[in-house]
């Protein structure tokens, strides 16, 4: 009989701190997810590059805040969606890439991040990502054939869902996840994360509705978005595909990777630039 109470009490509060921990989670989904610097204390001057310091209008009028990098030379133009921590001035070194391989690179602070005002929500970063391609292409002037959508990790869901929605000339997605509830099963494995998840990012579903040349760029050491899904979203995404095996970890494999990052983005860009000569050369003849 005292076997069976202590069995009753010892599962009874497993249940009691399974619950809490659920809900603990439930709650904190937002501050897990989102984790934004609002200080900007360095910018591309830094870098010694000229830039474009850029305050534009959400569809509900919140504000927000970005760079326009020129690089001498440039056809194409980056519109980055950066991921999930920090802002915009930590992304310095990506922007010196782009910078160095003769690439435009407009990058901006979801609501919330940096200098944007607002409050961060799923719907609200699709707004904002929507608000950074009208200014990209009303108010900058830059032809939607000569933009490339670039994601990463949490960018990457917010430049597929725009990218089959908008034309432009390609996407590339570099540390991305398959579903915010799938990388939820990752983390917590032993909780029901489809019950409980609050968010969608839905980037496999995305992908698929985007019918422009794709590039998926994954680390195999990734310790924070497992290789798999990149994988995933290279086997769903429509051709032209094209997919670069990187190492290092999460946010600093495309440095450890140096070499074989650049040239990923240089082919890719003379692929595109191949691509769009045969094709104004069909509709000539």
Not at 94 to 115: K, T, V
Not at 241 to 264: P, Q, R, T, W
Request: contains cysteine; glycine residues 8%; proline residues 3%.
């Amino acid at each position: 009989m005292d076997s069976m109470l202590t069995f009753v009490e010892v599962a009874v509060v497993l249940f009691v701190a399974y619950s809490v921990l659920g809900w603990a989670l439930y709650f904190m989904q937002s501050s897990s997810l989102y984790k934004p610097r609002h200080e900007v204390t360095y910018t591309p001057d830094e870098l010694g590059l000229d830039f474009e310091d850029v305050t534009f209008e959400a569809e509900d009028g919140v504000r927000l805040n970005g760079w326009f990098v020129p690089s001498q030379g440039a056809e194409f133009t980056v519109l980055f969606c950066h991921g999930n921590g920090g802002n915009i001035m930590h992304r310095l070194d990506s922007i010196n890439i782009f910078y160095n391989l003769q690439i435009n690179c407009f990058i901006f602070d979801y609501r919330g991040y940096g200098n944007s005002e607002g409050k961060l929500s799923e719907e609200g970063t699709y707004r904002d990502v929507e608000a950074a391609y009208r200014w990209l292409t009303e108010e900058k002037g830059q032809l939607p054939e000569n933009i490339i959508l670039f994601g990463k990790s949490l960018g990457g869901s917010i430049a597929a869902y725009l990218a089959g929605r908008v034309e432009v000339a390609s996407l590339v997605l570099e540390s991305a996840f398959t579903s915010y509830v799938d990388i939820g099963k990752e983390f917590y494995p032993y909780m029901p994360v489809r019950l409980f998840a609050r968010f969608n990012y839905d980037t496999l579903s995305y992908i698929k509705k985007v019918h422009r040349p794709v590039m998926i760029i994954h680390s195999k050491n990734d310790e924070m978005v497992s290789f798999k899904f990149g994988r995933e979203l290279y086997q769903a995404a429509n051709d032209p595909s094209k997919f670069v095996e990187i190492f290092g970890h999460h946010n600093d494999s495309f440095l450890v990777s140096g070499n074989i990052y650049k040239k990923a983005w240089t082919e890719w860009i003379k692929f595109l630039k191949k691509s769009r000569e045969q094709s104004d050369s069909q509709k000539a003849s």
